[in-house]
């Protein structure tokens, strides 16, 4: 099992950056494929970005390809995101997940349902 924890959050004006964290417990970190969600208020948990367990492969949802980023520290059990040219629309709460490496193939964009593990979030707001 791994416990999640996300860090970073906070208001930012349009146009700024902000860097989030998610620390993770455990041994193991290496084995989880990690990812980052998004809920804004009356809308659905969305995909934002996803890292496999080396760091080697990664996934963006459209809506952020070429602004935000993900990485990950296997010696630090941390996965970061980058976010620049932040807009209003990118005001949510962001969750870091987990899912084991093995099993089925994860899809390039997955939904929520595929991860196992889930940090508390952490709130962006982007003022216009």
């Known amino acids: 099992q791994v416990q999640l924890v996300e860090s970073g959050g906070g208001l930012v004006q349009a146009g700024g950056s902000l860097r989030l964290s998610c620390a993770a417990s455990?041994?193991?970190?290496?084995?989880?494929?990690m990812a980052w969600f998004r809920q804004a208020p009356g809308k659905e948990r969305e995909f934002v970005a996803r890292?496999?367990?080396?760091?080697?492969?990664?996934y963006y949802a459209d809506s952020v390809k070429g602004r935000f980023t993900i990485s990950r520290d296997n010696a630090k059990n941390t996965v970061y995101r980058e976010m620049n040219s932040l807009t209003p629309e990118d005001t949510a709460v962001y969750y870091c997940a987990a899912r084991s490496i093995g099993g089925r193939e994860l899809p390039r964009t997955p939904t929520a349902r595929w991860y196992d593990y889930w940090g508390q979030g952490t709130q962006v707001n982007v003022s216009s």
């Open positions: 890292i496999s367990g080396s760091g080697g492969v990664t």
């Open positions: 455990g041994r193991t970190f290496s084995s989880y494929n």
